[in-house]
């Protein structure tokens, strides 16, 4: 059943260089392909890599329903010019919090691609009345994704101790840093 009072975000999103579009299960077998069996993207994951096309099918089934009731509203991230998903990223909208979630191809690091994407959607997310709060988490020892945070324009909270489970690390709960942008 929908949440009819948390706002919808569009289906699509373009920055310079990418398009962000609801995932379809056609994404699949690229995703599965481009990222999603690669154990060093999965590494900071709350996910194991994906050992079969059917996992990655069944992720973007849930995707698509959690897009319907309102859940969560994730996008695949592709070049402007092409439509082959290169990386993911997420909004989870709670009352007036909404918390982000990104994930790209190995191939694509370090190119601003994930800031890009994400300011694109704090941008949205603030400019609903009823948001007042982009956080996100990440593992205490994945730098790439604080800097991400930093980049575009969060603040560093402070750490969670003992916050999230990310099976392909060690000492589960793992500590993680939370950061925020509010209005
Ligand atoms: C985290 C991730 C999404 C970043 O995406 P990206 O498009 O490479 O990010 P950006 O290029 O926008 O920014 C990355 C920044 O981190 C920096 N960085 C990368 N590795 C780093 C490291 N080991 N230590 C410090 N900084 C690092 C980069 O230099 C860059 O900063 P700069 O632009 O000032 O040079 C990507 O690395 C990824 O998918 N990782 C695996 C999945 C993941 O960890 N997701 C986040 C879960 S919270």
Same mark, same amino acid.
């Given at each position: 059943?929908? /949440?009819?009072?948390?706002?919808?975000?569009?289906?699509? +999103? !373009?920055?310079? *260089?990418?398009?962000? %579009?609801?995932?379809?299960?056609?994404?699949?077998?690229?995703?599965?392909? !481009?990222?999603?069996?690669?154990?060093?993207? &999965?590494?900071?994951?709350?996910?194991?890599?994906?050992?079969?096309? !059917? &996992?990655?099918?069944?992720?973007?089934?849930?995707?698509?329903?959690?897009?319907?009731?309102? #859940? $969560? +509203?994730?996008?695949?991230? &592709?070049?402007?010019?092409?439509?082959?998903?290169?990386?993911?990223?997420?909004?989870?909208? /709670?009352?007036?919090?909404?918390?982000?979630?990104?994930?790209?191809? #190995?191939?694509?690091?370090?190119?601003?691609?994930?800031? $890009?994407?994400?300011?694109?959607?704090?941008?949205?997310?603030?400019?609903?009345?009823?948001?007042? *709060?982009?956080?996100? +988490?990440?593992?205490? !020892?994945?730098?790439?994704?604080?800097?991400?945070? #930093?980049?575009?324009?969060?603040? %560093? #909270?402070?750490?969670?101790?003992?916050?999230?489970?990310?099976?392909?690390?060690?000492?589960?709960? %793992?500590?993680?840093?939370? +950061?925020?942008?509010?209005?």
């Amino acid at each position: 059943m929908k /949440n009819d009072s948390i706002s919808t975000p569009p289906f699509k +999103f !373009e920055t310079e *260089r990418l398009t962000l %579009r609801k995932p379809s299960l056609d994404d699949a077998q690229h995703i599965f392909n !481009e990222y999603a069996q690669n154990a060093k993207v &999965t590494k900071y994951m709350n996910w194991l890599p994906h050992t079969s096309v !059917e &996992t990655t099918q069944n992720f973007i089934g849930n995707c698509c329903q959690w897009w319907e009731n309102g #859940e $969560e +509203f994730s996008w695949v991230i &592709t070049h402007k010019t092409e439509n082959t998903p290169i990386g993911m990223i997420s909004l989870r909208i /709670n009352d007036f919090k909404a918390i982000l979630g990104y994930v790209l191809s #190995e191939s694509y690091w370090n190119k601003g691609y994930i800031s $890009e994407a994400a300011k694109i959607l704090i941008n949205w997310a603030l400019n609903q009345s009823e948001i007042h *709060r982009v956080w996100a +988490f990440c593992d205490i !020892e994945n730098p790439a994704s604080a800097k991400v945070m #930093e980049k575009v324009g969060m603040k %560093r #909270e402070g750490i969670l101790k003992r916050w999230a489970l990310h099976p392909n690390l060690p000492n589960n709960p %793992r500590d993680c840093i939370c +950061f925020a942008i509010t209005k």
